[in-house]
T-cell receptor, first 116, second 114 residues
Framework: DAGVIQSPRHEVTEMGQEVTLRCKPI?????LFWYRQTMMRGLELLIY????????DSGMPEDRFSAKMPNASFSTLKIQPSEPRDSAVYFC??????????????FGDGTRLSIL | AQSVTQLDSHVSVSEGTPVLLRCNYS??????LFWYVQHPNKGLQLLLK??????LVKGINGFEAEFKKSETSFHLTKPSAHMSDAAEYFC????????????FGTGTRLKVLA
């Protein structure tokens, strides 16, 4: 079984550039999550989609961040313009149900983003 | 409100000795609880989950955890540590009443000494 697939695995870019992170959830999972992990703040939920619809984007830091899920098998997280403080590891996770949190989330291997 | 506390930020054990990683939770509901492991440059991998069935939960790679409601604890154990167990471990609580949010502990970094 293929797990959650994220690309790219590493991204290094200069501040001010647009960054797009990609995620393919596990087939059949209808919930998708984007997280950010830093040493200072740990794991933070950025946005949650259910059945391709954004349900909770309260964790998105500011308007520079946007996320889309055009279909059940693909999601993007975009940062425009990027800033050095956006440097972090970004994880995508999916789970099979929308309600009831006893279904575990399955994580991708993350994108390590460095903004110079 | 729910919360989770991992009592040790770092734990060191010798290879072949038992592992104990401690987790306490606070929840208004009967919680769902999870342990995840994160190896370097990898995502979080589910070790085990508790969802109000058996209080002793067996997971992958020889790990298990016991849910103790009276102590509000969900400690992770393994009888014999292996070098490959060196990683960061996260205890997670979620609300089974219908929300989706995970509350993560701050993590415990396990070091295994040869």
């Amino acid at each position: 079984d293929a797990g959650v697939i994220q690309s790219p695995r590493h991204e290094v870019t200069e501040m001010g550039q647009e960054v797009t992170l990609r995620c393919k959830p596990i087939s059949g999972h209808n919930s998708l999550f984007w997280y950010r992990q830093t040493m200072m703040r740990g794991l933070e939920l950025l946005i949650y989609f259910n059945n391709n619809v954004p349900i909770d984007d309260s964790g998105m830091p500011e308007d520079r961040f946007s996320a889309k899920m055009p279909n059940a098998s693909f999601s993007t997280l975009k940062i425009q313009p990027s800033e050095p403080r956006d440097s972090a590891v970004y994880f995508c996770a999916s789970s099979p149900t929308g309600k009831g949190s006893n279904q575990p989330q399955h994580f991708g291997d993350g994108t390590r983003l460095s903004i110079l | 409100a729910q919360s989770v506390t991992q009592l040790d930020s770092h734990v060191s054990v010798s290879e072949g000795t038992p592992v104990l990683l401690r987790c306490n939770y606070s929840s208004s509901y009967s919680p769902s609880l999870f342990w995840y492991v994160q190896h370097p440059n990898k995502g979080l991998q589910l070790l085990l989950k508790y969802t109000s069935a058996a209080t002793l939960v067996k997971g992958i790679n020889g790990f298990e955890a016991e849910f103790k409601k009276s102590e509000t604890s969900f400690h992770l154990t393994k009888p014999s540590a292996h070098m490959s167990d060196a990683a960061e471990y996260f205890c997670v609580v979620s609300d089974p009443s219908g929300t989706y949010k995970y509350i993560f502990g701050t993590g415990t970094r396990l070091k295994v000494l040869a």
